[in-house]
C-alpha cells in the first residue's frame, strides 16, 4: 500500500543549529512531493515542492529538500534554524491522482 | 498568495444536532475540493474529494450521509455533520485545488458535547 512515513515525532533543537526532517514513502512509480508547515494558529502553508528536474529543491524562509529516488525518500533541511521556525512539519505525496497524502508530521521546537 | 477562507474556526455543539462548514476560495476558482480531518497528534486523513456540479467521492470507512460535502459553486464548498456525535470531534480542514496545487483553510475545530 502506498505510505508516508516520517520519522520524527518530535524534534527539540537550539537556534543556529542544523536541522533534518526525514521522509520516505512506499511506491514505485511517479511521485510529486512536497513540504508543508504549520505554525501556531495558522493554516498548513507549502513550504516547497518536487515535481521533476533538479532533485535538489529550494523553498520559502532558508529550507531546501532533497529528493533521492533509489531511496525513496524527500528529506527537508535548513542549515541554521531560528525561533521563529517552530512548528509542524508535514511530508505530503501525491501518488498517482490529485489526493494528497501526508505523513504523521513532526513537531519542531526551537529554543531560543 | 491563494486566499482559503474557512468558517467557522471553533465550533461546540451537543450531541446529536448538525454542523456546518464553509470554505471559501476567495482570489481562485477550485474545481475540486478536498475536506480532511485531523485528530490529535496524528496527520491529515482524507475524507472526500469533491468536484464542483458533482457528487462528492468518499474514502473508505467514511460515512457519506453523516458528512454531506456540498459544492455547488467554484469558490464555495461546504461540509455538514449531521447527527454528530462525540467521537466526530475533529479538526476539520478543506483543501480548495487551485490548478495543481493545494491551499488550505484555517480549520475548524469541531467539539460534540
Known amino acids: 500500500a502506498q505510505s508516508v512515513s516520517q520519522h520524527n515525532h518530535h524534534v527539540i533543537l537550539s537556534e543556529a543549529a542544523s536541522l533534518e526532517l526525514g521522509c520516505n514513502y512506499s511506491?514505485?512509480?511517479?511521485?510529486?512531493l512536497f513540504w508543508y508547515v504549520q505554525y501556531p494558529g495558522q493554516h498548513l502553508q507549502l513550504l516547497l515542492k518536487y515535481f521533476s528536474g533538479d532533485p535538489l529543491v529550494k523553498g520559502i524562509k532558508g529550507f531546501e529538500a532533497e529528493f533521492i529516488k533509489s531511496k525513496f525518500s524527500f528529506n527537508l533541511r535548513k542549515p541554521s534554524v531560528q525561533w521563529s521556525d517552530t512548528a509542524e512539519y508535514f511530508c505530503?505525496?501525491?501518488?498517482?491522482?490529485?489526493?494528497?497524502?501526508f505523513g504523521a508530521g513532526t513537531t519542531v521546537t526551537v529554543r531560543a | 498568495g491563494a486566499v482559503v477562507s474557512q468558517h467557522p474556526s471553533r465550533v461546540i455543539c451537543k450531541s446529536g444536532t448538525s454542523v456546518k462548514i464553509e470554505c471559501r476560495s476567495l482570489d481562485f476558482q477550485a474545481t475540486t475540493m478536498f475536506w480532511y480531518r485531523q485528530f490529535p497528534k496524528q496527520s491529515l486523513m482524507l475524507m472526500a474529494t469533491?468536484?464542483?456540479?458533482?457528487?462528492?467521492?468518499?474514502e473508505q470507512g467514511v460515512e457519506k450521509d453523516k458528512f454531506l460535502i456540498n459544492h455547488a459553486s467554484l469558490t464555495l464548498s461546504t461540509l455538514t455533520v449531521t447527527s454528530a456525535h462525540p467521537e466526530d470531534s475533529s479538526f476539520y480542514i478543506c483543501?480548495?485545488?487551485?490548478?495543481?496545487?493545494?491551499?488550505f483553510g484555517q480549520g475548524t475545530r469541531l467539539t460534540v458535547v
Open positions: 483543501s480548495p485545488l487551485g490548478g495543481t496545487e493545494a491551499f
Open positions: 505530503a505525496v501525491i501518488f498517482n491522482d490529485y489526493k494528497l497524502s
Open positions: 469533491s468536484n464542483e456540479g458533482s457528487k462528492a467521492t468518499y
Open positions: 511506491y514505485g512509480g511517479t511521485v510529486n
